[in-house]
């Protein structure tokens, strides 16, 4: 989370990141995604970059639902609510929403699983069976 829309927050996580095997990152078309750092960033790890279709949300729908839950269930009345917050109350909430979501919310389209379950079972066998 960072005050600024700006190219730092992606390129400083993406260089905390570990990119132990192969991997694709998919994204939209926003300017951090398709500016020159971070191109040449993801290219100097001879990776790959996927982006969706110019005006087709379709292709993101997963990190739009993500962000639509976000606002919903821990936002009600999302723009007021977040006006009366400073900062750091902020991001401590999204924070723990994020915790929430990955650890302690059971989904039915992953057979009654948490993310982090899912991605457990994935890391342990290279698969997902749901």
Request: glycine share 2%; proline share 2%.
């Amino acid at each position: 989370l960072s005050k600024n829309n700006d190219n730092n927050l992606v390129l400083e996580h993406l260089k905390t990141t570990d990119f132990s095997s192969n991997f694709i990152i998919h994204s939209d078309h926003g300017y951090q995604y398709s500016s020159n750092d971070y191109v040449k960033f993801i290219s100097s790890k001879n990776e790959k970059i996927s982006m969706s279709r110019v005006g087709n949300s379709l292709y993101n729908r997963e990190i739009e639902y993500f962000f639509s839950i976000l606002k919903t269930e821990i936002f009600p009345n999302f723009c007021k609510r977040v006006k009366l917050l400073t900062f750091n109350e902020l991001k401590n909430e999204i924070k723990e929403f994020i915790d929430w979501y990955n650890n302690d919310r059971f989904m039915k389209k992953l057979d009654l699983k948490t993310p982090q379950q899912m991605w457990d079972v994935y890391k342990n066998n290279k698969f997902i069976g749901v």
